[in-house]
Every structure is written in C-alpha cells, then in structure tokens.
C-alpha cells in the first residue's frame, strides 16, 4: 500500500476527494484496510469504461454447423474423449449471482428447482461433474466461481450436503473481484464511512480470479489444458461433451463458443457475428430491428447465431492472459443505488461496473 497522502494526492486528482472526508472517524484498524481498498482502484478504467462495438461492417462468424458437426462427429468425439479420459479437462461455473429475480433471497445456485426432486441448482450442475467423472473413471475438477455476497452461504450449502459426492479435492470454490460503483458524475459511491459502495466485477472476472486465487496454477500444475465453461442458471447446459473438447483441440482454438440458431431475427439474445476481422458478442440491445433482418451472401441472417453463455477455453490462453497481465473493460448499467451520503443512506441512481466473459 502507499501511504495516506499518496493516496490522498490520488484521490484529489481524480477528483474524489470526498472518499476520505470521514477517515479520521475510523479506528487505526479500519483506516489502513479502507486504504488499501482505495489503492487497489484503478481509476483509469473507471473513468473509461468499454466503447460500444461498432458494428458498421459485419458478416457471419466461421461456425461448424450441425451438419459439418455431423460428418466430423466421430472425428471430434474421438479427440474429445481422449482429452477426458486423459484428465485434461476442468469444469468452470459462474456463481456470484443472488436470485433475486427468482424472488429467492440468497445465492442463486442454492434455489430449489427441481420439478419433483426439489433438487437445487448447485445440486443439478454438481451431478454433471459427478456423472462424467463416474463415466470417464477421473475426478473432473469443478471450479465454482462465486461473490463476496454469496461465496460463504456458497461454501456452507455445499459442505452441510456433502458437496453433492463431489470429493473434496475435485470441488474448488473461489471468490471473484469487486469494482465501486459510481454515481452519473463519476464519483464512486461509499456504503457507510470507510466502506465502499461496490458489485461483484462480473463474469468476466473470472479469469483474473482463477490467478488471483491460485486456481489457474492448480490447473496448469495437473495438466489440465481446456476448461468448460458455464453459468449457475443454464441448468440445461451439457458438460459431459466430448465433441465441444474435439473442436477445441481439432481446431486449435483457444476459445470456442456454443451457438444456437435463433428463433426469429428479434429474439433478444447476444450474436456471435464477425465485426471487422474479429469475431465479437454483440448484445441484442445494440442491434436494430433492420440490422437484424440484414443477410450474408449465403441467404442467411447475419445474426443468425444466439450466444447461450457456453464456453470451452483452453488453460495455455488464460495463462497468456495472465502473463500480460490483461483485464477485460468494465461496462456500465446505470442501477438505482443505496448510497451513503455523509449522514445517512438513500436511493440515487448510478452506474454499476461489470466485465463481460464474452468480450474474450
């Protein structure tokens, strides 16, 4: 940490000189652990979140299709299954969300959803893991990402059920980053003296977490080389796959990303489409109603292909990653906030921070 006047000589430069006006009402305790909660900020990004895409000049993204996926289905599968039986191969599983708009107080994996189980949905996802490992004879390692908000409830419900018969090895829970939250003036907002007003930094802080937590080394060290990729509330998503490894390793691609044609061109889901020379994620609400009807030289729709948040990366480009010490832009989502004003809390509306995996 650098000492109180550099940060306070920060603070003023970046105009947020108000973060401190309260300090001297700390203990000694609580005054060096809010400093070092301000030195970490990096003001830079919050002053400069991610630029919308351009989407000017876009046409279809390289996709295999279901039918060259059929004809390459044994070739795939083949690769696929070696990497699994090899031990190669990590399960990765966003989970810092509350499910809140399942009208459920506390983490999202916890809430019940079982039509006659009443099984949960960490329950759901862990029996995946369980199944394919069963089926392969080597423990998959799980990689459960969760929040400050939700990672002790997280750890709890898991040990009290006996993770799910998930040996204790194989289960790997681990805590993503925060980023502050900021008014519409860009001052980041406090939730009581000496504690900032802050959210979970996303999805896509997972990749800065795995190395943060030592989990990537952990993968690196057994070999792992490809990581699949999903989030708590697709309880639909498939994980014993061994076609999805195939392509990734066939391929030789660091990312691949799961498609599914959409049902009509104004199905509000994010596009794979390529913008330039870069295949890119782009959100419905960017999209307009005649740019979605826009079609390729094939007849196709260019936005053609839906994004269902299912990824495989491999273990050697989140190493590069970390290498270059790389970290995906914050987006804005402007939110009404329960701020602490100097004096009490109160409703004002703000900008939450979030990184996207998908920018990837």
Known sequence: MQDAFSIAETLKNEGQEHLIVHISQLSDEDQTAYLNKLDLINWQELREPADAISIDSVSPSRVITLNERE??????????????????????????????????????GCFQIGAHSDKPIYQIQAEKVLSLSQRIGKAVPFLVMTSPMTDEETRDFFMVNDRFGLSENQLRIFSQGTVPSINEDGKVLLAGPGRLLENPDGHGGCHTALVASGRLQELIDEGISHIIYIQVDNVLAPIDDPSLLGVAIAEKADVVTKVLEKAHPDEKVGHLVKVGERDHIVEYTEVSPEQARQKGDDGHYIYRWGSPAMHCWSVDFFKRLAEQSFTLPLHRSKKPLQAWNGEALEEVTGWKNERFIFDL
Request: aromatic residues 6%; proline residues 3%.
């Open 71 to 108: 004809q390459r289905q044994s070739e795939f599968e083949n690769i696929g299954e070696e990497a699994l039986s090899s031990g190669k191969a990590a399960v990765l599983m966003v989970a810092g969300g509350q499910g809140t708009r399942l009208g459920y107080d506390g983490p999202k």
